[in-house]
């Protein structure tokens, strides 16, 4: 199995919209993708961060029988619709994938 973790800071302004809005639109887009892209076998998005010793305004847990599915959901068109939205609003993001 593949963990697929990736965390975001949203520019404060983006695209016309707050960083809290761009994260609720950020949000829906992610959670879309599941219905859309059946390798993806778990797939949580979170903006209520809890506790982080970075600066997080959004996070995606998901997991993947192998890395071979995983490299299928990125390039995805669903997923790279997503991808060019995230782009244009995010300040920083941090990634990482592993296995289990």
Known sequence: ????????????????????????VM???????PSSIDVIRDFHVSTR???ATLEVEILLFSTFVSEEDL????????HQKCVEFVRQVAATRHCIDYSF
């Not at 949000?27 to 993708?33: F, G, H, N, Q, S």
């Open 1 to 24: 199995m593949i963990g697929h973790i990736v965390f975001w800071t949203l520019k404060p302004e983006a695209e016309g919209k707050t960083a809290a809005e761009n994260a609720k």
């Open 27 to 33: 949000r829906t887009m992610l959670e879309t993708l």
């Open 49 to 51: 961060i809890v506790a």
């Open 71 to 78: 490299e299928i959901y990125q390039r995805h068109p669903a």
